[in-house]
């Protein structure tokens, strides 16, 4: 056999496919002493290690599965699989909607590369119609790659250039906009959009994937046609998060982009609402609403982008002991703003206190948030809370951590002066400071429990 046949393989591994004479791409059947494993090789990521064979079972998911353990191995068959994405002309269909999707780096629509261990993104519209061709069903799209980065290193350089992308869209009359974005900081993006494109006549609706198209549990091809439809055919126009609603593939939850955030590492149904309800329902066929205060799609292009932002902001998450030089590092580095995740109803230590008092007196802006994520401030009940507010530290109602640091970072954007960032800080925008939270707006489910257990039965896909 040639080199070719073992790509990415090398050391034990390597070693053990030659004796058993066993390609990559082969079918086989596996003997281990721990258990019997069918499936086919997959290459081995470039960068892994030498001692682990990777194998995709029936069920379409990879196992590794460590050479050492091998008894026997026996080629029952080979093909070789083409993991490029497959492209076709996206069709016009005259009538449809014409929504622009525009690319951050996140990959809504992906292969992996099993040489390499990376995903392969399907971007163009060629690509994602052969991806998804139920889009062409829904609206009639573009496609525009702003950057091509991980979540993690979205910013506001990004946020700016995709609100000034987004305003141009509207004003060149766009029925909707999708973005296609990483999960991990799309809640993040989501507010800093709420807050820079003011008063937008189409949805606006940010979609990711949590697990790649190649994956028999994907949630990608669902969440782009749920999101398409919304962009196309829904009546919301506000930043949206459109992403899975229950754990079977019913339906997806929009999400307003000041109350979203993302709870759970890996789960499809990551996105929730915080105390509140979600906006909408979204299907492949349509949009309900849950909630009857939204901004109403309108026939006009007429948006104000406000794409302001200062870097100098950071978000602070109170902890036991902290110890006040952490404020005292980012006075002295120059922040002009700080949020705070308190304790309970808005809490800190009092050795804080005087770092905090420091702070304020050379104007750096203050807000505080409660790190329970429901809930609002309350820091006139105990001491503690009256005390911090003496010292300049301002209550941000029920805003969330991550919300409140994004909107102070657009706040200081536009003034430095204390009152003008706090009537921009405390005027609700899009229901990121509501009067009261709905009865239905904290659910926090306990497992074990016979009650919850019987609901469970009842609504579990």
């Known amino acids: 056999m040639s080199e070719d046949s073992f790509q990415g393989y090398k050391g034990d591994a390597l070693k053990v496919l030659k004796d058993y004479n066993v390609r990559v791409w082969g079918q086989v059947d596996i003997e281990t002493n721990r258990g019997s494993f069918t499936g086919t090789i997959l290459p081995r990521s470039e960068s892994d290690d030498d001692f682990h064979l990777v194998l995709k079972i029936p069920t379409g998911y990879n196992v590794g599965i460590d050479v050492h353990t091998i008894i026997s191995m026996t080629e029952t068959g080979y093909k070789k699989a083409n993991y490029k994405i497959p492209e076709k002309e996206f069709p016009y ?84 906009i999708v973005i296609g974005h990483g999960t991990d900081t799309l809640h993040h993006t989501a507010a800093a959009l709420t807050y820079m494109i003011k008063n937008p006549p189409v949805p606006i609706v940010m979609v990711g994937s949590q697990r790649s198209s190649d994956r028999p549990s994907s949630d990608a091809a669902l969440n782009l046609m749920h999101a398409n439809y919304t962009a196309a055919h829904g009546h919301i126009a506000e930043v949206m998060v459109c992403m899975f609603g229950p754990t079977s593939d019913d339906y997806a939850l929009l999400h307003r982009g000041t109350r979203v955030r993302k709870m759970h590492s890996s789960y499809r149904s990551t996105f929730r609402t915080l105390g509140d309800i979600p906006l909408a329902k979204a299907t492949k066929k349509g949009v309900k609403p849950l909630k009857n205060n939204f901004n109403p799609r309108r026939n006009d292009n007429n948006v104000e982008i406000l794409p302001y932002f200062e870097e100098k902001v950071s978000i602070v998450y109170y902890y036991p002991n902290m110890q006040p ?84 970072g657009w706040a200081l954007g536009q003034s430095n002066d204390p009152e003008e960032v706090k009537n921009i800080m405390l005027t609700p925008i899009n229901d990121d400071i509501t009067d009261r939270e709905p009865y239905n707006g904290y659910l926090v489910y306990q497992g074990g429990l016979d009650e919850v257990e019987e609901f469970i039965q009842k609504v579990r896909k």
């Open 325 to 408: 030089d952490i404020i005292d590092s980012l006075v002295e580095n120059g922040y002009k703003g700080i949020v705070i995740a308190g304790t309970g109803l808005g809490h800190v230590n009092k050795p804080l206190y005087p770092a905090i008092e420091r702070a304020a007196k050379k104007g750096v802006h203050i807000y505080m948030t409660v790190q329970t994520l429901w809930g609002y401030v309350h820091m006139f009940v105990y001491d503690t809370g009256r005390d911090l507010m003496a010292k300049g530290i301002v209550p941000a109602e029920n805003m969330l951590p991550e919300v409140a640091y994004i909107k102070l």
């Open 93 to 176: 269909t005259e009538g449809l909607p014409n929504v622009k999707l525009f690319g951050t780096g996140g990959t809504i629509a992906s292969r992996l590369d099993y040489r390499t261990g990376a995903v392969i993104p399907a971007f163009t519209p060629g690509e994602l119609y052969g991806a998804v061709p139920e889009l062409a069903d829904i609206c009639n799209l573009t496609t525009e790659k702003l950057f091509a980065v991980f979540s993690e290193n979205m910013g506001p350089e990004q946020y700016k250039k995709l609100a000034i992308s987004i305003g141009k869209e509207i004003e060149n009359g766009i029925d909707g």
